[in-house]
């Protein structure tokens, strides 16, 4: 499935839709932002919540955490050392590792898993400055969506603390 996500133009709190290929409104990204660290809800179109992302507060390096129906999925994290590329963690709560690598702040970049892509994000799909599209190959869309959503926040949290 191909969606296309708006890019993080203002602070944190900013709801966006993402919408499918074909212009639907598919979820709904719910900034919080009076929350006292950064979180967010992926709803569906009719208000169901599918995912929650929240900071972690206390945690080493920068991490944020997904839920989903109430029980943690993943902890996504920047990796500590990598020269060449930006690069994040992912682990998810049944023992997979993934990575997100690529140009992170220009939004191009690939989600990998043990199997393969998981999820592709790009702008060169799109004209529009601040839009860019994001492929998913992974059977639960609204995890890998959710993933990709708490590296744009941790990548727009890094850039707003420089």
């Not at 709801?15 to 979820?27: H, L």
């Not at 179109?45 to 390096?61: D, I, S, T």
């Not at 963690?89 to 989600?111: P, S, V």
């Amino acid at each position: 499935m191909r969606y296309v996500m708006r890019q993080r133009v203002l602070g944190f709190g900013q709801d966006y839709w993402v919408t499918d290929d074909s212009g639907n409104k598919a979820f709904l990204v719910d900034g919080k932002a009076l929350s006292f660290r950064r979180t967010f809800e992926l709803r569906g179109p009719q208000g169901e919540v599918y995912a929650v992302g929240r900071r972690k507060v206390f945690a080493l390096r920068n991490a944020m955490v997904v839920s989903v129906g109430g029980g943690h999925a993943a902890t996504v994290r920047k990796k500590l050392f990598s020269p060449l590329r930006h690069s994040f963690t992912i682990a998810l709560a049944n023992g997979e590792q993934w990575t997100a690598r690529g140009d992170l702040i220009e939004k191009n970049y690939t989600l990998e898993g043990p199997g393969g892509i998981v999820a592709e994000t790009s702008r060169k799909w799109f004209r529009i400055r601040d839009s860019y599209g994001v492929e998913i190959y992974h059977p639960d869309v609204p995890l890998a969506l959710a993933i990709v959503v708490c590296v744009d926040e941790m990548v727009a949290a890094a850039r707003e603390s420089e």
